[in-house]
C-alpha cells in the first residue's frame, strides 16, 4: 500500500465511555471481521478484560475501508487502555500514531482521564478527531457536551461526530473523517529501519512477538533485527499484520503497523518502548521517548502452601513475559516464610496481575498490605537508601529523613461535592494547589497527596462519596521527607513482618489502636493468654489480649474436700505456664487482609 493511502489512529477515552465497541464497530462497517466471527469487545482477548469492562493490554488491528473518493485506505486502529494505571502504554500507543479520535460519553462529558489521555495525544502532536458517543441513551446531552468539549479542546463543536457505537449509528463519518483529518504517515522507505515497539507478548512457539510501528525503512521476513537499546540481535521467526488475528506478510514498509515474531526468549530483551533497527545497517539514532517503567507500589506474594514457590516464581516469570512493568524478588518473612516481593504500576494492576496468577496458574496466594517506596537518608553517613518493605527501615536513631512519593492528582467532580472530596483529601494529608471551572456546574480540584495514602482505597471512598460522579487522573511529583515511623505488630511477643507498616506519627496511634482491635477478633484462642501489641520503636502504644480458651478440668469432680479441685487447677496451671514458654501463635491468613480493609472512617 502506498504511504498517502495509509491512516495510523488510536482511541483515547476514559474507562467506560465506549471505544471497545466503537473499536468493533469500525471492523464490522469495513468487513474487516464476518458477522460469523463478530462478538463483543473483539480486541480485548483477556478473560479479565471482558469481564472488568476494561482494556489491560493495547492491540492493534489493520482495516481496509473504501472512501467515498473511490480510493481504498489501508487504516491502523491502536486500540489503548483507558485506566489510569496503564498510562505508560497509551503514551507508547500515542506515538505510533498520527491522529487519535477522542470519545466522550454523551452522559457524563469529560473526565479525568479524558483529559490526561487528550494532553498526551497533544504533546505527541496528533490530529484529535472528537467523537461523542452513547447518543442513544435517554440522559444523552450530545449539544452541552459537544460545547464542552469545545471550551477544554477549543475545536468547533460543529465539528465533533455523534455516534452511537453500540447501535452503529453514524460509525461511517468517523472512517471518512479519519480518511479526511488524520495525515498519512511520513517517513524515508529508502533509509535505515527504525521501528518502534509499542508493546509486546510472549508466544511458546515464536518467543516475543513484538507490535510495531515501522517509522523509516522496510523490513522483509529475511532480515536479522538488533534492540537499540541492549544490542540483541535475532533472525526474525515471521514478520506479519493484526487482522485481528496475526496474519503473516513479506514485507513491513514506513507507516505500517504489524509484528514481528523475534523468537527471544524473554520481555527484557524487546522491551515496550525500544527501537528495532537492521544488524547489517542499522539506524544510528533511536526513535525518541524510550524509558525504563517505574513500579510505585510494592506487595509481598507468597503461596499459602509453602510448596508452591517453585510454581509461584515460574508463573512470575511468565506473566512478566507479557507484562514488562511487572518486576519482582524473592524475599522471606517469619511469619510467612518464602515468597517475592513484587513491585506494580498501580492498586489495579496488582489486583489483576493477583487474579492472573490465581486464575491462569491455580495458586492460591497471600498478598500483604501494599506499600511505596520511600528514600531513606542514613545520619552519619548521609547515604540515601531505597526501601520498599518496611521490614527493611534500618532503627529510628540511624535515620536522619524518610522521604515518600507524593503525586499531583486531579479530580474531576460536580460542584455539589466539592466538600466530600475535600474532606476526603485533607483526612489523607493532601494539599490543595487549584481549582479549575471546565463547565458549568464542574470542578477540576487540583492537589498534590502522598501515594501511601492514595493506594489502598482512596479510590473507593472518593467513588463512594460522590455517587460514581467524580474521576481522577494522577501523575508523579517527586519525593517529599515526612515524619514518617515504622509501626511494628507483636503477637506473643513476637514481631509479625509481614504486619508492620510506614505510617504517618500523627496517625499511628489510632492505625495501631483499629489494627489490634481487628487482629483481636481474628487471632484464634489458645489454651493461654496471647498479648497483641502495636508498637513504634520501643514503644507500646496499643495493646489487646485474646483470652485463654480454658479446659474444665473439674468436670469429673463432683463433691468431696476442696482440696482435690485445688490441686487439679494448680496442675492446670502449670501446664499452661509451660505451654505459654514453647506453644506458637498462627496467625491466620485473613489477617493479613485487616490491615487492608484498615479504612479511614475515624
Known sequence: ??????RNFCIIAHIDHGKSTLADRLLQVTGTISEREMQEQILDSMDLEREKGVTIKASAVRMLYTAKDGETYE??????????????????????????????????????????????????????????????????????????IEDITGI??????????????????????????VPPPEGDPEAPL?????????????????????????????????????????????????????????????GEVGYIATGLKTVRECRVGDTITLRDRPAT???????????????????????????????????????AALVFEPETSNALNFGFRCGFLGLFHMEIVQERLEREYNLDIVATAPSVRYEVVMAHTGEVRIIDSPAELPDEGQIAEIREPWMHVQIF????????????????????????????????????????????????????????????????????????????????????????????????????????????????????????????????????????LRKDVLAKCYGGDVTRKRKLLEKQKKGKRRMKMIGTVEVPQEAFLAVLRLGDDD
Not at 500500500?1 to 495509509?6: A, F, T
Not at 489510569?84 to 473526565?111: K, N
Not at 517505574?294 to 510448596?307: H, W
Open 1 to 6: 500500500m502506498e504511504q498517502s493511502k495509509i
Open 75 to 148: 487504516m491502523n486502529l491502536i486500540d489503548t487502555p483507558g485506566h489510569v494505571d496503564f498510562g505508560y502504554e497509551v503514551s507508547r500507543a500515542l506515538q505510533s500514531c498520527e491522529g487519535a479520535l477522542l470519545v466522550v460519553d454523551a452522559t457524563q462529558g469529560i473526565e479525568a482521564q479524558t483529559l490526561a489521555n487528550l494532553y498526551l495525544a497533544l504533546d505527541a502532536d496528533l490530529e484529535i478527531i472528537p467523537v461523542i458517543n452513547k447518543i442513544d441513551l435517554p440522559a444523552a446531552m450530545p449539544d452541552e457536551v459537544a460545547q464542552e
Open 156 to 181: 468547533p463543536a460543529e465539528e465533533v461526530i455523534p455516534v452511537s457505537a453500540k447501535m452503529g449509528t453514524n460509525v461511517e463519518a468517523v472512517l471518512e473523517a479519519i480518511v479526511n483529518r
Open 194 to 254: 527504525r521501528a518502534l515497539v509499542f508493546d509486546s507478548h510472549y508466544d511458546s512457539y515464536k518467543g516475543v512477538v513484538a507490535y510495531v510501528r515501522i517509522f523509516e525503512g522496510r523490513l522483509t521476513g529475511q532480515d536479522w533485527i538488533k534492540m537499540m537499546s541492549n544490542d540483541v540481535t535475532a533472525e526474525p521467526i515471521e514478520i506479519g499484520i493484526f487482522s485481528p488475528a496475526m496474519k503473516p506478510v513479506d514485507e513491513l514498509s514506513v
Open 285 to 323: 539514532e533511536p526513535l525518541p521517548g524510550f524509558r525504563t517503567v517505574k513500579p510505585m507500589v510494592f506487595a509481598g506474594f507468597y503461596p499459602s502452601e509453602g510448596e508452591d514457590y517453585a510454581l509461584l516464581k515460574e508463573a512470575l516469570e511468565k506473566l512478566q513475559l507479557n507484562d
Open 413 to 548: 467532580t460536580p460542584e455539589e461535592y466539592y466538600g466530600v472530596v475535600m474532606d476526603l483529601v485533607m483526612k489523607r494529608r493532601g494539599e490543595f494547589v487549584g481549582q479549575e471551572y471546565p463547565a458549568p456546574g464542574r470542578v477540576i480540584l487540583k492537589f498534590d497527596l502522598p501515594l501511601a495514602e492514595m493506594i489502598v482505597d482512596f479510590y473507593d471512598k472518593l467513588k463512594s462519596g460522590t455517587r460514581g460522579y467524580a474521576s481522577m487522573d494522577y501523575e508523579f511529583a517527586g519525593y517529599r521527607a515526612s515524619d514518617l515511623v515504622k509501626l511494628d505488630v507483636l503477637v506473643n511477643k513476637q514481631p509479625v513482618d509481614a504486619l508492620a507498616m510506614i505510617v504517618h506519627r500523627d496517625h499511628a496511634y489510632h492505625r495501631g489502636q483499629k489494627l489490634v482491635t481487628q487482629l483481636r477478633k481474628l487471632i484464634p484462642r489458645q489454651l493461654f493468654e496471647v498479648p497483641i501489641q502495636a508498637a513504634v520503636g520501643k514503644r507500646v502504644i496499643s495493646r489487646a489480649t485474646v483470652k485463654a
